[in-house]
Every structure is written in C-alpha cells, then in structure tokens.
C-alpha cells in the first residue's frame, strides 16, 4: 500500500469514529482532554490560546471565497462558517467518510454557502487564483507531498489573498516528538518529513510575500499573503 492509500484507509477509519476523533480535537471529551495534556503535551492556558488563535486569518467580515483543505469533520471550522454567511466556501477532503461527517454537520447548521467535495491537495482541481483565501487547519503533517501540496494551494490562491492556517512541528516538545514518530507515522495520520518551525517559516516565505508564524507548544500557527 502506497502512502497516499495509507493517509486514505487512516482518515476513513478515523471517519466512522467521528466522535471520539471531535472530543480529541475539540478537547470536549475525557480521553480529548488526556491526550492533549500528555500526548500533545498543551497546558490548558495554552490550548485556549492555541484556539483563540487558529481561525485568526479570516477576518470577522469576510465576504469572498475560500478553500479550506482538508476539512476533516469540521469541527473547528464550520462554527466559523455559521457567522461568515455572505462567503462562498469550498471544503475539500480526500477521505469520504470525513467528508460525510462533514456533510452531516454543514447541514444540521444550515450552511448553505458551503459546498464540500473529495479530492487531492496534490492535484487541486480549482484554477489558478480561484480563492481569496486558503484556510488548511492540522494538514500539512499529513500530507505526503508537502511541497506540491504547498504549491498548488499558494496557485488557487488569488494575488493578494491570504494562506493561513496550523500544523504540528517539530523540535518543541520531546514527548510529543516521540508521540508522533511512532503512533501518529505509524498509522498513518502523519507523514514525515517534518518540519521545524524555522524551516516551515523557511518553505513558506519562498512563495509568500509576508509571513507571521508562531508555535504553541508543538504546533504552528501562520498568516501568510501572496503577492
């Protein structure tokens, strides 16, 4: 099996366990609340911080269009979609079942300005300049080509739009570290290689014309703007 097919059996998998996947990622559950104390290794003050802070690129009045990959179930985004209803949103997953969950939510909150589909970060299926921003909330880690996956995201991008988003790095803690080059690789939900901080600064500074990023604890969060 191929990595990308691995990435896809993993997200499938984790889709018919949305719940407990959300609880994790939401930190709303028992078992969300453990792993991100000594798995992720966040403090509660700096998980809060780390939510405060991971939907900052899109303004609060935002009225264009915009692509988040991957959109996984949503459950960190489509609470921002509920409050943005003159934007035209597209949400893009390579795993169905994801998507499903996805779908479900999108339609319980009413979304009608969010359209999601199936497809390849690699291979985006969008022309070039399409969006006015690129949202991609945890991706990069997963993704197998980080560099095309980068690429085709910055050319949907319109010039002057906004590429923001999160991603785990490492170098920051040592637990998480050895969290993530064990189970998080060896299922399948990461794909190595992995950048630090300076050289996630390093890949995106290449294709953006500015670029803000900060890490809590082992994630970083950026605001990038194309030229």
Not at 1 to 21: P, S
Not at 133 to 141: D, E, I
Not at 185 to 210: H, I, K, N, Q, V
Request: glycine share 10%; charged share 20%.
């Amino acid at each position: 099996m191929n990595r990308k097919a691995e990435i896809h059996a993993a997200y499938e998998h984790l889709g018919t366990h949305a719940a407990h996947y959300d609880g994790m990622m939401t930190g709303t559950s028992v078992f969300g609340c453990l792993a991100l104390r000594f798995l992720w290794q966040f403090s509660k003050e700096e998980y809060a911080s780390y939510m405060a802070h991971l939907l900052a690129g899109v303004p609060h009045d935002f009225a264009g269009s915009l692509l988040e990959v991957p959109v996984g179930t949503g459950s960190l985004t489509m609470p921002l979609y509920q409050t943005l209803p003159r934007a035209k949103i597209t949400c893009l997953d390579y795993s169905g079942k994801m998507l499903d969950v996805a779908r479900k939510l999108a339609g319980e909150m009413n979304l009608s300005n969010v359209v999601l589909q199936q497809g390849d970060v690699g291979a985006l299926p969008f022309g070039d300049g399409t969006f006015d921003h690129v949202l991609t909330v945890n991706g990069l880690h997963a993704f197998p080509h980080k560099d095309a996956a980068l690429d085709e995201m910055c050319r949907v991008l319109a010039p002057g739009g906004i590429f923001s988003g999160s991603c785990y790095v490492r170098g920051e803690r040592s637990v998480t570290d050895i969290f993530v080059r064990t189970f998080c690789t060896w299922r399948g939900f990461f794909t190595p290689p992995y950048d630090t901080a300076y050289s996630l600064r390093s890949r995106l500074a290449a294709r953006y014309e500015s670029v803000h990023l900060h890490t809590i604890g082992s994630f970083a969060e950026f605001i990038c703007k194309k030229k």
